[in-house]
């Protein structure tokens, strides 16, 4: 199992910057894409972005040019570095681990971003 813990939400003012962590156990963490979703009240969850194992990067259009995704295989950690954040960005992000080839697909319990305006 790869069990991922988040840290680093929490309550921010428009136009100001945020990052999330997200830490995984066990050594196979590095054959894994590793992504960043969200859930805001009253909507589905959306993907924001992803890393794959050979550090391609993937954003969605709403975050682009704003938020950053990045991994260390080495501490089995990936990072969402988000900057000029807007009330849109409200929501509970969740870190996501996912090995096709193998079916395996890991979910952290997620951690709130409030953004006031």
């Known amino acids: 199992q790869v069990p991922l813990v988040e840290s680093g939400g929490g309550l921010v003012q428009a136009g100001g910057s945020l990052r999330l962590s997200c830490a995984a156990s066990g050594s196979i963490f590095r054959f894994f894409t590793m992504a960043w979703y969200r859930q805001a009240p009253g909507k589905q969850r959306e993907l924001v972005a992803t890393?794959?194992?050979?550090?391609?990067?993937k954003y969605a259009d709403s975050v682009k040019g704003r938020f950053t995704i990045s991994r260390d295989n080495a501490k089995n950690t990936i990072d969402l570095q988000m900057n000029s954040l807007n009330p849109e960005d409200t929501a509970v992000y969740y870190c996501?681990?996912?090995?096709?080839?193998?079916?395996?697909?890991?979910w952290g319990q997620g951690t709130q971003v409030t953004v006031s305006s």
């Open positions: 996501n681990a996912e090995n096709r080839m193998s079916n395996q697909n890991y």
């Open positions: 890393i794959t194992t050979g550090g391609s990067l």
